[in-house]
């Protein structure tokens, strides 16, 4: 009789449709509040355990990825590139997440033996451990394993800490270990001051900084301060209202926040922007505004401000006139139309800002600098997309929204679409020079046909 080995008798575990079918029915069969509550438990320690478990598939495809770089020859310095854009792929997130994942789970691995045990048991959860390696990032590798050690050898004595606890007690603990690494943590926090916007509901918009604690809190104190003196004087606005107008003033040098410069990109139909439409527009650095909006924001433009308006008409397919060029590098025109087109980074589940105007298929590769073979990345998925075993290529008819697709060295496919946009109305689909408001106002028309 043929010998069996241990791998040919191990129970392989259920399959991924038994796993899928399991979960599908845990919300759906009767069950009593005490089965309920299990459930609810149960898929909680499961997500911690998936996380564990992607944790260390993350750095094992890491490993196989550097091994097969230095197979190849690659240079040192590319050796691992292109790996947290696959892991983003592969969880369907952004690469800026996907190099979060790898560094996490680099250090779960690597350094944090019985926080990932934790979660493995299904007792911690991704984002507690995400606390701990974020507190003691700092650190150096010994240093932190004593902390894990010290928090984690016995799981039940964090079981019932808060958020907010679980950070302090290991920051405090990093504090005693090494005190200077918290000094150089500081400086390295302070290279990391920004200023980012991001939409909010309602046509509004938010502008973050991250300051040193002493700016930030001089900045509030000062905007705060004139708010007070003109509440005082029976300023009819919130105090909210004066500290925002005042910050819009004094950063814009304006006397008054609505005189404010408008300088809109936007994507348009001609019915949106000349006849009352309500298809909405594209707002460069936003995202869509209603059609309503679009129009008063140049309407509502004072003498003393200058509205300038780009607009991009787009053929009845829906995708913009192409542009060609024989330049290698994209040409400023040429490169305003990608990012335009595009809005943000093309990599699918990566909303990043356009920073680079890549060649889909390689000036090596023969690719020409043109519209149909430009595509706006952000600097991470350019990088990334040059590593060995990556390949791009546009796709789709010419005379639809503009396709791409990406091939990752492991044979997975990425498609990208660019975004789709106003549909202009069959009368004006040509060259038209239109005078819409005051004179006062300047109006910088881009018309493509």
């Given at each position: 009789?043929?010998?069996?080995?241990?791998?040919?008798?191990?129970?392989?575990?259920?399959?991924?449709?038994?796993?899928?079918?399991?979960?599908?029915?845990?919300?759906?069969?009767?069950?009593?509040?005490?089965?309920?509550?299990?459930?609810?438990?149960?898929?909680?320690?499961?997500?911690?355990?998936?996380?564990?478990?992607?944790?260390?598939?993350?750095?094992?495809?890491?490993?196989?990825?550097?091994?097969?770089?230095?197979?190849?020859?690659?240079?040192?310095?590319?050796?691992?590139?292109?790996?947290?854009?696959?892991?983003?792929?592969?969880?369907?997130?952004?690469?800026?997440?996907?190099?979060?994942?790898?560094?996490?789970?680099?250090?779960?691995?690597?350094?944090?033996?019985?926080?990932?045990?934790?979660?493995?048991?299904?007792?911690?959860?991704?984002?507690?451990?995400?606390?701990?390696?974020?507190?003691t990032a700092c650190l150096s590798a010994e240093d932190r394993r004593s902390i894990d050690e010290t928090l984690?050898?016995?799981?039940?004595?964090?079981?019932?800490?808060?958020?907010?606890?679980?950070?302090?007690?290991?920051?405090?603990?990093?504090?005693?270990?090494?005190?200077?690494?918290?000094?150089?943590?500081?400086?390295?926090?302070?290279?990391?001051?920004?200023?980012?916007?991001?939409p909010s509901p309602d046509t509004m918009a938010i502008i973050s900084a991250l300051l040193p604690v002493a700016q930030g809190v001089a900045v509030w104190a000062a905007l705060k301060t004139v708010a007070d003196a003109l509440l005082g004087e029976g300023d009819g606005r919130t105090r909210g209202q004066i500290m925002a107008d005042t910050l819009v003033e004094r950063v814009t040098g304006q006397e008054v926040a609505e005189d404010v410069p408008v300088a809109v990109n936007l994507t348009v139909s001609d019915e949106t922007l000349l006849e009352g439409g309500h298809e909405p527009a594209w707002l460069a650095d936003y995202g869509p505004v209603p059609a309503g909006l679009a129009r008063r924001?140049?309407?509502?433009?004072?003498?003393?401000a200058i509205a300038t308006l780009r607009r991009l008409y787009v053929a009845a397919t829906g995708r913009l006139v192409a542009m060609d060029s024989i330049t290698t590098v994209f040409p400023r025109g040429l490169a305003r139309f990608i990012d335009l087109r595009d809005q943000t980074c093309r990599t699918p589940w990566c909303d990043a800002p356009i920073r680079h105007h890549d060649h889909v298929r390689s000036l090596?590769?023969?690719?020409?600098?043109?519209?149909?073979?430009?595509?706006?990345?952000?600097?991470?998925?350019?990088?990334a997309k040059e590593a060995p075993g990556w390949s791009a290529r546009p796709t789709g008819p010419p005379d639809q929204p503009h396709q791409v697709e990406t091939t990752l060295p492991t044979g997975h496919t990425l498609r990208s679409r660019s975004p789709d946009l106003p549909r202009p109305s069959p009368l004006r689909s040509r060259v038209v020079d239109v005078e819409l408001y005051e004179p006062d106002i300047k109006l910088e028309l881009d018309f493509v046909a």
């Amino acid at each position: 009789m043929t010998a069996t080995s241990a791998s040919d008798t191990r129970d392989p575990g259920p399959g991924v449709e038994d796993v899928r079918a399991w979960i599908n029915g845990l919300p759906t069969c009767e069950a009593s509040e005490l089965e309920l509550f299990e459930r609810i438990r149960v898929l909680e320690e499961l997500k911690a355990q998936a996380a564990a478990a992607q944790a260390r598939l993350a750095v094992n495809l890491d490993s196989a990825v550097r091994h097969r770089h230095e197979e190849l020859k690659v240079p040192a310095a590319q050796v691992g590139r292109g790996v947290p854009s696959q892991v983003a792929a592969a969880r369907r997130e952004s690469p800026f997440r996907g190099g979060r994942h790898l560094g996490f789970a680099k250090a779960l691995v690597g350094e944090m033996p019985h926080t990932l045990a934790a979660m493995e048991a299904g007792t911690l959860s991704e984002w507690r451990a995400t606390i701990l390696a974020r507190e003691t990032a700092c650190l150096s590798a010994e240093d932190r394993r004593s902390i894990d050690e010290t928090l984690l050898a016995d799981p039940a004595k964090v079981e019932s800490w808060g958020d907010r606890r679980l950070g302090a007690e290991a920051k405090k603990l990093a504090d005693k270990l090494d005190p200077e690494a918290q000094v150089k943590r500081n400086a390295r926090a302070t290279a990391d001051r920004r200023v980012s916007i991001r939409p909010s509901p309602d046509t509004m918009a938010i502008i973050s900084a991250l300051l040193p604690v002493a700016q930030g809190v001089a900045v509030w104190a000062a905007l705060k301060t004139v708010a007070d003196a003109l509440l005082g004087e029976g300023d009819g606005r919130t105090r909210g209202q004066i500290m925002a107008d005042t910050l819009v003033e004094r950063v814009t040098g304006q006397e008054v926040a609505e005189d404010v410069p408008v300088a809109v990109n936007l994507t348009v139909s001609d019915e949106t922007l000349l006849e009352g439409g309500h298809e909405p527009a594209w707002l460069a650095d936003y995202g869509p505004v209603p059609a309503g909006l679009a129009r008063r924001m140049v309407d509502t433009a004072t003498k003393e401000a200058i509205a300038t308006l780009r607009r991009l008409y787009v053929a009845a397919t829906g995708r913009l006139v192409a542009m060609d060029s024989i330049t290698t590098v994209f040409p400023r025109g040429l490169a305003r139309f990608i990012d335009l087109r595009d809005q943000t980074c093309r990599t699918p589940w990566c909303d990043a800002p356009i920073r680079h105007h890549d060649h889909v298929r390689s000036l090596l590769a023969g690719g020409e600098t043109t519209e149909a073979n430009g595509q706006g990345l952000c600097e991470q998925c350019n990088y990334a997309k040059e590593a060995p075993g990556w390949s791009a290529r546009p796709t789709g008819p010419p005379d639809q929204p503009h396709q791409v697709e990406t091939t990752l060295p492991t044979g997975h496919t990425l498609r990208s679409r660019s975004p789709d946009l106003p549909r202009p109305s069959p009368l004006r689909s040509r060259v038209v020079d239109v005078e819409l408001y005051e004179p006062d106002i300047k109006l910088e028309l881009d018309f493509v046909a």
